[in-house]
């Protein structure tokens, strides 16, 4: 690994770290760099801007996304259940990666987002679009499934989290996706 993918490594990790530990839209570029063990300045060499930083951090995300659902998925044999197991999957995947989910999909007012982010997110929409069996549809279905899994982890839609804990996101949430799988009537 040379030593530019290693600054660049670490620095993802980071973020990760920070995103976790503060909320995302408050993550600068000179806590990414702390938790590094680096100058902000020194970030400036890995990447041009925190939004970058942020854009190469979602492309990691996106990948990691796919191959869940992908995973979950591939233990299912009913095109309905393909799905639901993917959406319960990405599900799965922000409740446990909250920092780095949150960090990821954000975008800040005027910042528009870098194709490569763009690209990794329409990964997603395409494994969702396959698993539906119609891949025009897989950009509002991830836009549904993602727009769900947002409100849930926010506490928008309250599924007993407030009371009792993230833990019952997973469960419960879970619910409500295969609910909103099961009205597309695949």
């Not at 949150?102 to 396959?130: K, Q």
Request: charged share 25%; net charge negative; glycine share 12%.
């Amino acid at each position: 690994m040379s030593r530019l993918d290693e600054g660049r490594a670490r620095l993802l990790a980071a973020a990760r770290r920070a995103a976790t530990e503060t909320a995302a839209s408050r993550v600068s570029l000179r806590d990414i760099a702390k938790a590094a063990g680096l100058s902000p300045a020194a970030c400036y060499r890995y990447f041009p801007s925190r939004e970058r930083l942020a854009d190469a951090l979602a492309v990691e995300v996106c990948a990691e996304i796919v191959a869940a659902a992908g995973a979950a998925a591939a233990e299912e044999s009913e095109p309905g259940e393909k799905l639901a197991a993917a959406a319960e999957a990405y599900l799965g995947y922000a409740v446990a990666n909250r920092g780095a989910f949150d960090l990821a999909f954000e975008r800040g007012e005027g910042d528009w987002v870098a194709a490569d982010r763009s690209g990794a997110g329409m990964a997603i929409a395409n494994l969702f679009g396959d698993l539906a069996g119609q891949p025009g549809f897989g950009a509002s279905l991830w836009g549904a499934v993602h727009g769900v899994v947002d409100l849930l982890i926010k506490g928008v839609i309250d599924v007993g989290q407030r009371e009792l804990g993230t833990s019952v996101i997973p469960s419960r949430g879970g619910t409500l996706l295969r609910g909103l799988v099961d009205s597309l009537r695949l």
